[in-house]
Nanobody, 112 residues
Framework: VQLVESGGVWVQAGGSLRLSCAVL????????VAWHRQAPGKQRDLVAR???????TYGDSVKGRFTISRDNAKNTVYLQMNDRKPEDTAVYYC???????WGQGTQVTVSS
């Protein structure tokens, strides 16, 4: 299984940014996929998760601002980040909980 994230950049607070994660090597449309993030010195936390049927779950800190979605035809999951805040600065990781695959991470830096 290979996960390839893209879209991480340095941005100012506010506005929108979209991260993408291409998932290769599995039958994508039968697996849940998640985004996690890890800020310096902190643990890795769940940002959002989406089931094969499109049911979504969000971490409390991003509810109402971030949206996870998936395109099964492209084997890709997206994270739309709106109203970015400096505390969103972290390395964002794509994850397929089963079988426990992780991407290499993409850095998002939000300045005030």
């Amino acid at each position: 299984v290979q996960l390839v994230e893209s879209g991480g950049v340095w941005v100012q607070a506010g506005g929108s940014l979209r991260l993408s994660c291409a998932v290769l090597g599995i039958i994508f449309n039968i697996y849940s996929v998640a985004w996690h993030r890890q800020a310096p010195g902190k643990q890795r936390d769940l940002v959002a998760r989406i089931t094969p049927g499109g049911v979504t779950t969000y971490g409390d800190s991003v509810k109402g601002r971030f949206t996870i979605s998936r395109d099964n035809a492209k084997n890709t999951v997206y994270l739309q980040m709106n109203d970015r805040k400096p505390e969103d600065t972290a390395v964002y990781y794509c994850n397929v909980p089963t079988p426990g695959a992780w991407g290499q991470g993409t850095q998002v830096t939000v300045s005030s």
